[in-house]
Structure formats: structure tokens, C-alpha cells
């Protein structure tokens, strides 16, 4: 005896159908209740009206670090131009070295044989 039933169980649903086992003494099953197939969807929640970032409260004037026209921001702006600017100058001429190197050691290989 493998202990399975001898058919599938029933299709899961979101309410489940009353049947008479599961019934209390004396109700009676309600025609066209949770069941019914035209039953409006269920509302969003009021509170996930607005998405996004939180907005910043209206002020008279931005911070510094908000107003990109500030002299700090220009600043700030300029120094990480100037330091990714140096940064891939230093990274392409890493790369042209090992490059060079490589190109290198082949023409040496060839020229020796």
C-alpha cells in the first residue's frame, strides 16, 4: 500500500468553496458569495498612492551639496574630474607598459630563432 490517493487533490482557490464537511450545524451553502467569478479585486492600499524618493521640504534656499550651481558643488565637481582624469591616464599607461611588454618579448622570441 503506497499511501497515495487514488486521484489528484482539488485546484487550490483564494476562498475556499463550502462543502457540506466543512459546514457548521444548520448554514447553508450561500449562492454567488466570495466564489462568484465577477467579485470586484481587492483596492490598493491609500497609502502607496505616491512613489519614489522622499521629496526634500520646500526651502528658501538649497544646501550647498543640493544646489549643483553652488561654488561647493563646482568644487567638488571639478576635483572628481580632475582626479578620474589622472586616474585613467595612469590605468592607460599601466596598460600600454604591459603591452609594450608583451609585443616586446615576442619580437624578441622571433628575432632569436
Do not use: C
Not at 4 to 29: M, R
Not at 81 to 105: K, Y
Request: net charge neutral; hydrophobic share 40%; no cysteine.
Amino acid at each position: 500500500m503506497s499511501g497515495k490517493p487514488p486521484s489528484p487533490p482539488p485546484a487550490y482557490s483564494e476562498h475556499p468553496a463550502p462543502t457540506p464537511h466543512n459546514l457548521a450545524a444548520g448554514q447553508s451553502p450561500v449562492p454567488g458569495s466570495s466564489q462568484s467569478p465577477t467579485s470586484p479585486p481587492l483596492p490598493f492600499p491609500a497609502h502607496a498612492a505616491y512613489y519614489g524618493p522622499t521629496p526634500i521640504a520646500q526651502q528658501t534656499q538649497l544646501l550647498p551639496y543640493y544646489d549643483p550651481r553652488s561654488p561647493y558643488a563646482i568644487s567638488e565637481a571639478s576635483h572628481r574630474a580632475r582626479w578620474r582624469f589622472i586616474t585613467a591616464a595612469l590605468w592607460a599607461i599601466v596598460i600600454m607598459t604591459i603591452v609594450s611588454f608583451v609585443a616586446g618579448v615576442e619580437v624578441e622570441a622571433m628575432m632569436a630563432k
